[in-house]
């Protein structure tokens, strides 16, 4: 059994829209429930720590894992009150997974404590994982040796097709897909809201929602590779 931290966004404003966001319940209840069916203990972390804002997007209210994870009481106490980044110890964890959700694309980027967990968990030895926008926490990651996490390797993201279905392209403080593709990584994508994942080097991403569950599958995959090796 592993230790996996999923990280949810402390961001609740979308822009200057006057709309709400925050992190998607959906791309972290999938990914919950895959990690602990897999028997893997889950932590919840975010910027600024507390309760995070959550989003429930049209159309998922009765998805039974929506459900059932917000009704689970484990959850919620750990939902309540979310570690703040500044307080986490990589060490306890093999991986952590960056949920997407809006909210991520302004403060998973700017939180150097954020990234100091990821680059601790990947250099040792452990995976950085992360889906729809929850990839904005990987733009500016570097090695030791200063080059970019992402660059040359193959990562999905939201796209900008899918950015622009939602009418956001303005909205939002860059276009993610974009973003990568200057930090060097190699992006691909599927079709808008078509399920698409990359792993490479330990890194880990997905393109949406749809991929959520299927990131975490093969975090989990990864997690048993790096336990046959020990």
């Known amino acids: 059994m592993a230790k996996i931290l999923l990280a949810v966004s402390s961001h609740d404003t979308l822009g200057d829209t006057g709309n709400r966001t925050g992190y998607s ?9 895959v990690f602990v069916g897999a028997g893997h203990e889950v932590d919840f972390v ?7 804002p959550a989003v429930v997007f049209p159309g998922e209210e009765d998805d039974p894992e929506i459900v059932g994870f917000l009704a689970d009481e484990t959850v919620k106490a750990k939902l ?4 703040r980044a500044a307080d986490v110890d990589p060490a306890e964890y093999a991986a952590i997974f960056y949920v997407g959700g809006h909210g991520a694309m302004w403060d998973f980027p700017d939180s150097p404590d954020l990234a100091r967990i990821a680059m601790d968990i990947h250099g040792r030895g452990g995976v950085v994982s992360a889906v729809c926008h ?5 733009v500016d990651l570097r090695l030791p040796d200063g080059t970019l996490l992402v ?9 900008n097709e899918e950015e622009a279905s939602l009418g ?8 993610l897909e974009d973003r990568l593709k200057e930090a060097g990584a190699l992006h691909t994508k599927a079709p808008v809201y078509q399920a698409h994942t990359q792993s490479d080097g330990r890194v880990v991403t997905g393109q949406n929602p ?3 569950a299927p990131v975490a599958r093969l975090v989990v995959a990864e997690l048993a590779k790096a336990a046959e090796a020990r």
Do not use: W
């Open 25 to 33: 319940v959906s791309e972290a209840a999938h990914p919950y429930n």
């Open 46 to 52: 975010s910027v600024r720590g507390g309760e995070p």
């Open 80 to 83: 309540v009150a979310t570690r």
């Open 134 to 138: 929850g990839p904005a926490a990987l």
């Open 151 to 159: 660059s040359g390797k193959r990562v999905a993201s939201f796209s």
């Open 168 to 175: 956001l392209v303005e909205v939002m403080p860059f276009l």
């Open 210 to 212: 749809a991929s959520a």
